[in-house]
């Protein structure tokens, strides 16, 4: 399974002009969502995992501390240790939940900017099950967010870190059941081609 974003088609989108791909096995057609739209998505999806998250860890440490859940509450407030796994394993428990929405449904980072990650090799979601643990996996990597910056910066896309997948724009005139068209600048460089003088090779003879 091939891990690289495949080259353009010499086709571009008719609502935005960016550059149309082929799924490596199916060999359909998508465009990828671009820089900042994808960034921002991805920012509201932490949000939301934050959010929520936070209201239910002041929750539980209201729980706590008024001891309502009985002996277990004794447990929690007299050992730190204990206290902190449970909140470190709420939090992972709303990022795996939210990422299986993710990998389900699309998020609301998804809905917002009009994208959905997929595989590139054929267009699939990656489902619940996985969507959970990718979720959780982009938690123990904060390189993930100089790479989303950086794909930003340059106007590219790409769903994360793993190549396997990436971001397809929803509101892209294919998506919309548009044609591609062909990239103006790529016909202009293949005739500029076309047009250069043949330096070298075999000439034929110049006989008089």
Same mark, same amino acid.
């Given at each position: 399974m091939s891990s690289k974003h495949p080259q353009s088609t010499g086709l571009v989108d008719a609502a935005n002009g960016l550059p149309v791909r082929r799924h490596t096995e199916?060999?359909?057609?998508?465009?990828?969502?671009? /820089? @900042?739209?994808?960034f921002w998505g991805r920012v509201l999806d932490a949000l939301a995992v934050i959010a929520v998250a936070g209201v239910l860890i002041v929750v539980f440490n209201s729980m706590v501390q008024n001891y309502a859940l009985?002996?277990?509450?004794?447990t929690l407030a007299s050992s730190t240790g204990a206290f902190y796994g449970a909140v470190a394993a709420i939090w992972f428990l709303v990022l795996f939940g939210y990422g299986m929405v993710c990998g389900a449904f699309g998020g609301l980072g998804d809905a917002a900017s009009g994208m959905r990650g997929?595989?590139?090799?054929?267009?699939?979601?990656?489902?619940?099950?996985?969507? /959970? @643990?990718r979720a959780v996996c982009w938690s123990?990597?904060?390189?993930?967010?100089?790479?989303t910056i950086s794909a930003a910066l340059s106007g590219s896309g790409g769903d994360s870190f793993e190549a396997k997948f990436t971001a397809i724009d929803l509101?892209?005139?294919?998506?919309?059941?548009?044609?591609?068209?062909p990239d103006p600048k790529a016909a202009a460089g293949h005739k500029d081609d076309q047009g250069l003088p043949k330096l070298y090779g075999r000439q034929p003879d110049a006989r008089p």
């Open positions: 199916t060999g359909n057609y998508y465009v990828r969502k671009a /820089g @900042w739209p994808h009985g002996p277990l509450s004794y997929v595989r590139i090799s054929d267009g699939t979601t990656s489902g619940a099950w996985l969507g /959970g @643990w123990f990597a904060p390189l993930y967010v100089v790479l509101r892209s005139g294919l998506a919309r059941g548009q044609s591609p068209v």
